[in-house]
C-alpha cells in the first residue's frame, strides 16, 4: 500500500518514506554546472619589493594614518611625550604605559581586563608600521594585557621610524618566524557608521590613535 505526499513530492512506501527524481535531478544538474564554470589554474603574482626609502615610508604614513582618523606626531626621543601627554590628556585620570622610560610605565598586570576599563590613556610599544595602510603591528608582548589597547579611552603607539615598511606584504615577511601568543594589527581610532550613516568614533574602541615616531 502506497500513496504520494502532495505537498512535499514524496512517495510513500510500506518500509519508510523516499523522494521521487524531481529533485535530485535538479540537485545534479547544479553540480554539473558548477563543475562546468571553475577556472583554470593560474599562477599567483609574484610580490615585488618596493624601493621606497625611509622618508617616503614615514610620509605615506603619516598620511594614510591620518586620513583615517589617527594622529602622527614625530619626535627624536621620547623625552616628548609626557610634556604632550600632560597638554593634550590634562584630564585624564588613569594613564597606563607599557613603555619603560615613561612616567606610567607599568610592568605587572593582573590577569582581569575589568581592572583596566576605567583606563582614559593607553602608551604601547609597536613593533613596526605599515605604510600603505597605515597600521602598527602589535603582541601580547607589549599590550600587557590583550584587552588593553581595545578598553581604553584614547590609545597611544610608540613606533621606531626606521620599522616603518612599505607594504603589508612586507609586514607579512617580518612577522613570518616570529614567536608571539596574540598579535593585531592598528590603524586609526575605533569607528563605526552603521547606524543612519552617522559616523562614531570609539564604539568598538579607543575615540583616538596617536602614533609617535621616534628617530
Known amino acids: 500500500k502506497a500513496g504520494t505526499c502532495r505537498h512535499h513530492h514524496l512517495k510513500l512506501l ?3 518514506i523516499t523522494r ?8 545534479e544538474k547544479i553540480l554539473e554546472n558548477i563543475l562546468k564554470a571553475q577556472l583554470d589554474n593560474k599562477p599567483l603574482p609574484s ?3 618596493t624601493v621606497h626609502g625611509e622618508a617616503d615610508s614615514l610620509k605615506n604614513f603619516s598620511a594614510v ?6 594622529k602622527v606626531i614625530i619626535s627624536e626621543t621620547l623625552d616628548f611625550i609626557p610634556a604632550y601627554v600632560s597638554s593634550q590628556y590634562a584630564s585624564s585620570r588613569r594613564i597606563i604605559s607599557t613603555v619603560p622610560d615613561l612616567p606610567w610605565y607599568v610592568n605587572k598586570f593582573q590577569n582581569s581586563p575589568h581592572l583596566y576599563e576605567d583606563v582614559d590613556l593607553a602608551i604601547l610599544y609597536g613593533h613596526f608600521g605599515v605604510a600603505e595602510n597605515g597600521a ?3 603582541t601580547d608582548n607589549e599590550m600587557g594585557d590583550r584587552a588593553l589597547p581595545f578598553i581604553c579611552q584614547h590609545l597611544a603607539l610608540v613606533v ?3 620599522k616603518i615598511v612599505p607594504t603589508l606584504a612586507e609586514a607579512y615577511e617580518i612577522i613570518d618566524g616570529t614567536t608571539y601568543d596574540y598579535g593585531t594589527f592598528i590603524a586609526g581610532p575605533s569607528k563605526t557608521a552603521d547606524i543612519e550613516q552617522s559616523l562614531v568614533l570609539g ?4 575615540k583616538s590613535l596617536t602614533v609617535f615616531l621616534i628617530s
Not at 521521487?20 to 540537485?27: A, E, L, P, Q, W
Not at 594614518?65 to 589617527?70: F, M, Q, R, V
Not at 564604539?203 to 579607543?206: C, D, K, M, Q, V
Open 47 to 49: 610580490l615585488l619589493k
Open 20 to 27: 521521487t527524481d524531481v529533485k535530485m535531478r535538479s540537485r
Open 203 to 206: 564604539a568598538h574602541g579607543p
Open 136 to 138: 602598527v603591528w602589535v
Open 14 to 16: 510500506i518500509n519508510g
Open 65 to 70: 594614518l591620518e586620513g583615517i582618523g589617527g
Open 160 to 162: 621606531h621610524q626606521h
